[in-house]
């Protein structure tokens, strides 16, 4: 197989960027993109060019390094599966023979005034640890933990848990969404804390202070496009966000702050 | 103060405005529809609803204040954060392309404007009067009533009604006929229709959109939320849609 | 130089008790006065810099990753074990302790290995406390699940993402320090080098990847916690990023290198399909519990799997390990699927696969129980092969997986060098030659929370903070011979990626250091290494200047160093003659072909210290005491 890409090249964070075209060929049909790209690399260093710099690491779609928009759509165009649904996967999970042989791909980095691009398709998603510093933890120190099961669970509050819990802190919901919001990644950390009885006593403090790091971050607005879960690759729900326009909400009519007067004595 | 202003200003309070403004708007539509096809019913039915709406003032301009500030707030939000939105991806995409969001949700400030416009088109037509339908009665859409013992309201096209002296007559406004001979101009009726389509996709995104907004969407209901905006728009465009279709086929004269 | 243990006197299973009581503490003030240093934020690095953190340290943190949660434990599928014995089912911390020792050929140190057993019922707390969403059962408890070399159900998971739960569970921790401002963290950072100071490790030479900047951050200890060097095998089921260059450069410094050959084969990946490959995918190990493996009873059988009738397959495992059979541990598992394919037996493209089949299971119990417990690795494998595995049986074939080996470490994870710390899959310590499956996550979470934040204040308790800085002489020579190697590495100017040295080292690791080593194979490789370093440095192509964000540079580093290190492996293969665990020699196995363990000569740790460039390193012994447990052969049939 062969392709023309088309690759948004920039050299630094303050450089201007533009597509440059590369032509891949000798494409096998069962190489993953990212080998693709690794070829195309490879000759690139042959000439002495710089290779496309483009995150990337455990290339089994679960580190959430990697991040092309490949011909518009994050992490590459989807098929629609057997049972009606959209597939999920990353990036490093797209195999050229989802493409015809001789289509023009662009590639793109993730856009976002939030994740600025270093180099290349590489961007600086900082912003979302950022989020997770605001109050993405449950608070326990090491050591004072009662036994596993002390509290019970409901294995659906569980379940539930676990569906937000596997966010992978990718991005595509936020290069997805046509608001570059970051709403989708937000809710699943607010969700996944928030529906377990270890998330509650910091419950709203956590989705006030999250929501207004995502702010200050300078994410988009929710306008529910729900492109996010359509490109989400670990096809986590809109549910959540609404649950978090819930809890949010809720949250308003708690006492957020904490008075403290000190104990000495 | 604070406590208030922190989460109206977050991008989540904001959305809430726009989704409680947007239902209260939803309500606005529905009602005016309601009225709307009294219509079928005859002139008596739409005129006496019209004139018992206005009969009471203080309800009317409360309304109507009330109205206009949930349309404004409506509008000034949904233009912030459109721009706000464009702000947050200052380097758009050279290969643009949608998995799942709907043409609707995408242009929800494109079919807003288109609105908005109709909306004064409207008010301009119907409630001011300011456009020129037919050829015979102008301006003048007027019916007055004549007291004789029993109340009737008999159409009198050729009086207008400011030059009646209000206390010797009561008189109301013939919604039925203004109604009926607006549309039986064609591009009138058109027009209409289209401002209908776009009402239509604005609520096919907006009429469960406020759902989601407000936390109101789940798992278990889901598919529910899912319908209620189409179902709404195809309700108020077939609703409203159907009047001047009626007007142009003959139905209602 | 004599390696000590240090491991404390007493019974095994008061060893660890006594020896927390006994160890130094720091005063709660004088805490803040230590700066730590932590390279790595898999599990053991973040839970230790977060646990230290709490404690009341400075720390640092160093990843080359964009954000410390994407650290490679987060790609660990199946599970954690923990000696809960919530099944009653017969474990204890003995038992975990029995069958960790054993799984790991009797080349572990004991008192380690209990130790691990023992705080391996604390992770799980610690791991739920901090919404880690294990699987529950419908009542609301914890839900085990059996793994490889264990007959108990006592491996704690989270679908086929327990790495991935456990290491943000760790991360949140590690957030919430950061966001209190006790730890500063440092992504996109490579440690290129340790400074060590009179002896003392006392930090780091890094490279920001961003900038490209060398600089050096000083501390009072060095944590290392930088995971294992699979990817000298270029083709594993590790993260592409994942490198020696921390560890090897340790070693540079003096720091022993413990049991290199100890490399372990997973045998469920899902196996090669061109010469293109960047990386294999791994199938957890769970999957054994549902899955059947086999191949055809003929060789070169080419029918399809649904043609084969049941007479005429080979369920090899049950077959040769009646009380195990598919659970049997990884290295003999590997092992047995190696022999097959080499009888020629193997299926699939190449014929380097056998069957996993789960079409018992789908019968049994139905298709949706499948999808329950395995939907999203049954979706990965559709992905990556577009199959159906529901359909038609997986095909799978070992790779490289974990190592064993690392830095040496003594009872306290400190290694030779005073102040140098490793923790995680990058030191030697638990696993002998040999890990079980859903012990790594044991082992990293159990250094970090709970063995590292004890004897790391005993170390500190004996010297005084701060007294060195980043412009002592140490450092500057440090950080001059990093940006002397970098511009050597520009300057090569040649036409080859480094991505085809890495290529041609994995493939004669894989053929004369893999699965099945020999004295004849390894000499091989040992000829053929120092030749395709000569040819690196020669021809290899790095362009830029180094300055900003450059992978070819930071991947031509990290080659170079595997080429280095790629050697220290294959010595240590061959001066270990004898068979165990992941390391077999042909020349030393039974009639039947299993491993043959020599413990007469070689049960010790093998640990190389760096002699200088183009020397041999020399070897330290540390003999392996059993005091509680007698070496017996491992057999799981």
Request: aromatic content about 10%; proline content about 5%; some cysteine.
């Amino acid at each position: 197989m062969k392709f023309t890409l088309h690759v948004w090249r920039q050299s630094g964070p303050n450089a201007r960027g533009e597509m440059k075209q590369y032509e891949a060929t000798g494409v096998n049909p069962d190489m993953s993109f990212l080998e693709m790209l690794d070829v195309v690399n490879q000759e690139l260093i042959a000439r002495g060019e710089e290779p496309i710099a483009f995150d990337h690491d455990c290339r089994e779609g679960i580190c959430g390094s990697c991040g092309i928009v490949i011909n518009g759509v994050p992490h590459g165009p989807r098929r629609r599966l057997a049972n009606g649904k959209i597939e999920a996967k990353t990036t490093c999970q797209t195999y050229m023979r989802d493409f015809t042989d001789g289509q023009h791909l662009w590639l793109e980095p993730w856009r976002a005034g939030a994740f600025p691009v270093i180099k290349d398709l590489v961007v600086d998603r900082s912003a979302f640890d950022r989020i997770m510093q605001a109050g993405g933890y449950i608070s326990a120190n090491t050591g004072g933990a009662p036994d596993g099961n002390a509290i019970l669970i409901p294995k659906r509050d569980q379940e539930k848990a676990m569906d937000a819990a596997q966010c992978i802190g990718c991005g595509a919901c936020v290069a997805a969404c046509k608001n570059a919001s970051a709403m989708l990644f937000v809710a699943a950390k607010v969700s996944h804390l928030g529906i377990l009885p270890q998330g509650q006593p910091e419950r709203a403090q956590r989705v006030v202070r999250m929501v207004e790091q995502m702010d200050k971050e300078g994410f988009g607005n929710c306008t529910n496009y729900m492109e996010c879960e359509a490109a989400c690759p670990k096809e986590i729900s809109r549910q959540f966000i609404a649950r978090m326009n819930r809890d949010y909400l809720w949250a308003q009519t708690q006492d957020l702050e904490t008075t403290s007067s000190g104990g000495a004595g | 103060m604070n406590l208030l202003v922190k989460p109206v200003r977050s991008s989540l309070g904001k959305k809430y405005a726009m989704a409680v403004t947007g239902l209260l708007l939803i309500g606005f539509v529905l009602g005016h529809m309601a009225g709307n096809l009294l219509i079928y019913l005859g002139p008596d039915a739409i005129n006496s609803y019209a004139h018992a709406l206005k009969s009471n003032p203080g309800l009317l301009w409360t309304a109507r204040i009330g109205l206009l500030l949930v349309f404004v707030i409506h509008v000034l939000l949904g233009v912030t954060l459109a721009l706000e939105n464009r702000a947050a991806r200052p380097q758009r995409y050279e290969y643009d392309a949608t998995l799942r969001a709907s043409w609707a949700s995408r242009n929800m400030m494109l079919t807003g404007l288109v609105i908005l416009a109709f909306v004064i088109y409207h008010l301009a037509h119907f409630t001011l009067g300011v456009v020129t339908t037919t050829e015979d009665n102008k301006n003048y859409l007027d019916l007055v009533e004549v007291k004789q013992g029993l109340k009737t309201y008999v159409p009198e096209p050729s009086l207008n009604l400011s030059q009646l002296d209000p206390n010797q007559v009561d008189a109301r406004h013939d919604v039925y006929r203004m109604v009926v001979s607006g549309f039986q101009i064609w591009w009138v009726s058109v027009s209409y229709w289209l401002a209908m389509a776009f009402l239509g996709l604005h609520l096919w995104h907006g009429g469960s959109s406020f759902l989601q907004t407000l936390g109101l969407n789940s798992f278990r209901y889901a598919s529910v939320v899912r319908l209620i905006g189409p179902l709404l728009a195809i309700l108020v465009v077939i609703g409203n849609s159907s009047i001047p279709l009626a007007v142009m086929l003959g139905l209602i004269k | 130089m004599q390696l000590n243990s240090n491991v404390p006197p007493g019974p095994l299973a008061e060893k660890w008790q006594k020896h927390r009581f006994e160890m130094k503490l720091v005063n709660p003030a004088n805490k803040r006065k230590y700066k730590i240093l932590v390279v790595g934020t898999g599990l053991a690095g973040a839970s230790a810099a977060a646990s230290l953190a709490e404690l009341g340290y400075q720390v640092e943190t160093f990843c080359f990753q964009d954000s410390p949660r994407r650290a490679h434990s987060i790609a660990a599928q199946g599970g954690i074990n923990a000696a809960k014995n919530y099944q009653n089912d017969g474990d204890s911390v003995f038992r975990l302790f029995y069958d960790t020792i054993k799984g790991g050929d009797f080349r572990a140190r004991e008192a380690n290995v209990y130790r691990l057993a023992e705080v391996s019922v604390n992770i799980i707390d610690q791991c739920v406390a901090q919404g880690v969403p294990f699987s529950r059962e419908y009542g609301g408890q914890l839900e085990n699940r059996s793994f490889g070399g264990a007959q108990v159900s006592r491996t704690f998971y989270c679908r086929g993402q327990t790495g991935q739960q456990l290491l943000l569970g760790a991360y949140s921790a590690l957030c919430r320090q950061i966001s209190l401002g006790n730890v500063k963290s440092h992504p996109r950072t490579e440690m290129l080098d340790l400074v060590v100071v009179g002896g003392r490790a006392r930090g780091i030479v890094v490279r920001d990847l961003v900038t490209g900047q060398v600089s050096s951050y000083v501390g009072d200890a060095v944590l290392l916690a930088t995971g294992g060097y699979s990817p000298v095998y270029f083709l594993s089921t590790n993260a592409k990023g994942c490198n020696v260059t921390a560890t090897y450069r340790a070693f540079k410094r003096g720091a022993c290198f413990a049991n290199p050959c100890y490399t372990q084969i997973h045998p469920t990946c899902i196996p090669v399909t061109g010469d293109y490959q960047s990386k294999l995918t791994l199938m957890s190990e769970s999957l054994r519990n549902d899955g059947r493996i086999w191949v055809p009873k003929t060789p070169g059988d080419k029918r399809s799997p649904d043609q084969i009738p049941e007479s005429e397959r080979d369920y090899y495992l049950e077959r040769r390990y009646p009380s195990f059979g598919n659970l049997a541990p990884r290295d003999i598992a590997s092992r047995a699927a190696k022999m097959v394919c080499d009888e020629g037996r193997g299926v699939g493209p190449g014929g380097r696969g056998v069957y996993l089949d789960f079409s018992d299971a789908i019968r049994r119990r139905g298709e949706k129980y499948i999808r329950d417990k395995y939907g999203n690795l049954f979706d990965m494998y559709a992905h990556i092969t577009h199959e159906d595995p529901y359909k038609t049986p997986m095909r799978i074939y070992p790779a490289l997986h974990y190592t064993m080996g690392g830095l040496w470490v003594d009872y306290n994870l400190m290694s030779n060098i005073p102040g140098l710390f490793v923790l995680g899959e990058a030191n030697f310590s638990d696993h002998g030659a040999n890990r079980l499956g859903a012990s790594a996550l044991m082992q990293g979470l159990a250094d970090g929370y709970f063995v590292v934040p004890y004897t790391l204040g005993n170390f500190l308790a004996g010297c005084a903070p701060g007294g060195v800085s980043e412009t002592a002489p140490e450092f500057k020579q440090a950080e001059q011979e990093v940006s002397d190697r970098l511009k050597k590495l520009l300057a090569i100017k040649g036409n080859r990626s480094a991505t085809w040295f890495h290529r041609e080292l994995g493939k004669v690791m894989w053929d004369d250091c893999g699965m099945a080593r020999s004295e004849k194979s390894l000499k091989k490789a040992l000829a053929r290494i120092p030749e395709l370093r000569e040819q690196f440095w020669r021809e290899a192509g790095v362009p830029g200047n180094g300055q900003g964000l450059s992978p070819a540079l930071e991947e031509a580093g990290r080659v170079a160093d595997f080429l280095e290190f790629a050697e220290l492996l294959c010595i240590d293969a061959l001066h270990r003659n004898e068979s165990c665990g992941g390391h077999f020699r042909e020349e030393y196995q039974t009639p039947d072909g299993e491993a043959q363990r020599n413990d007469a000569e070689f049960s010790y740790v093998a640990a190389w210290q760096y002699q200088g460039q183009d020397k041999p390193p020399a070897l330290h012994k540390e003999p392996l005491v059993w005091e509680t447990v007698h070496p017996s052969i491992r057999s799981y049939k």
